[in-house]
C-alpha cells in the first residue's frame, strides 16, 4: 500500500483536506483506505456517516508502523492509503511511526507567515527528515507542501509560496482556496470530488509521477 501522510504542525486543514484527498482518488479509480491518525477521530466519525464509499480505519497510534501493515485488506496492496495525522504539535509520537511508513508526506499550510512560522518553529522538515534512519530505504518520504484554506486575491500566497521555494520546499501547484464548499465539511456531508481542486491535485500528483 502506498501511503500518503497528510501532515501539519497544528490545525490548518488537514482533515478536510484528507477527506477530499481520499474521495478524488476514489473518484479516479484507485483503492483508498483512509487512515484516522488523530486522537480526535473526526475522519472516522465522518466515514461512519455512511457516506463513504471507502472505509476509514482508526489508527491513532505510536505504534502505526508495525500495527498499520496488518490491517491492509487483502486486495488492496496496491491501494492508496490516506492518513490524517494529529498535528505535530501534539501528536509527535504518532506522526513519527506514520512517518516511518509514508511514500508521500503532504504538509497542510495556509498561505501566512504565520503558518510558516509555525512550521519552521517544529520544526516541521527536519522533523520528517529524521525519520529517515527508522526507513527501509534510510531516505525521508518525498515532501511536498499544500496551500490550503487560501483566501482568494491576496497577494501573500505569492509570497509565502516563493519564499518555501527560495528555502527548497516543494510545493504543489494546486492551492485549495478557502471557500464554503470545504468549510462545510462535516460527519454526513456528501463529497463529490470530480471538479473540484481536489480532482486537479490528482492530476498534478500524477504528472509530477508521485503516485504508484
Ligand atoms: N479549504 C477550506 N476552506 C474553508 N474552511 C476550511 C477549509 N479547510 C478547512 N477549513 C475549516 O478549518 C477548520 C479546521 O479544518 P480541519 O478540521 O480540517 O483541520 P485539521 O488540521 O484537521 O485540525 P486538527 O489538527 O485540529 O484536527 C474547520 O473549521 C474547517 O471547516
Ligand atoms: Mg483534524
Known amino acids: 500500500m502506498f501511503f500518503i501522510a497528510n501532515v501539519s504542525p497544528r490545525s490548518t486543514g488537514k482533515t478536510t483536506n484528507s477527506a477530499w ?3 478524488a482518488l476514489h473518484e479516479r479509480g484507485r483503492k483508498v483506505i483512509g487512515f484516522d491518525a488523530d486522537d480526535s477521530r473526526q475522519f472516522s466519525r465522518w466515514q ?5 464509499p471507502f472505509v476509514v480505519q482508526q489508527a491513532a497510534t505510536s505504534a502505526f508502523h508495525m500495527n498499520v501493515p496488518q490491517m491492509i485488506p487483502a486486495g488492496f496492496e496496491d491501494g492508496i492509503g490516506v492518513v490524517d495525522v494529529g498535528h505535530l504539535e501534539d501528536h509527535k509520537g504518532v ?5 516511518r511508513l509514508a511514500d508521500l508526506a503532504v504538509i497542510n499550510l495556509p ?3 504565520n503558518d510558516v512560522e509555525r512550521m519552521e518553529e517544529l520544526p ?8 529517515a ?5 534510510s531516505q525521508p518520504p518525498a515532501t511536498w507542501v ?13 509570497q509565502v509560496r516563493e519564499y518555501l521555494e527560495d528555502e527548497g ?12 464548499k470545504y468549510m462545510r465539511t462535516h460527519e454526513g456531508s456528501d463529497i463529490q470530488a470530480k471538479g473540484s481542486v481536489f480532482d486537479e491535485l490528482v492530476t498534478e500528483m500524477e504528472e509530477r509521477g508521485l503516485l504508484p
Open 21 to 23: 484527498m481520499s474521495h
Open 48 to 52: 461512519a456517516a455512511g457516506t463513504y
Open 95 to 99: 506522526g513519527a511511526s506514520v512517518l
Open 111 to 113: 498561505p501566512s507567515m
Open 124 to 131: 516541521t522538515k527536519e522533523f520528517i527528515q529524521d525519520t
Open 133 to 137: 534512519p527508522l526507513r527501509p530505504d
Open 146 to 158: 499544500l496551500l490550503c484554506k487560501a483566501p482568494t486575491g491576496v497577494n501573500e500566497i505569492k
Open 169 to 180: 520546499y516543494n510545493v504543489f501547484t494546486t492551492v485549495v482556496p478557502s471557500v464554503v
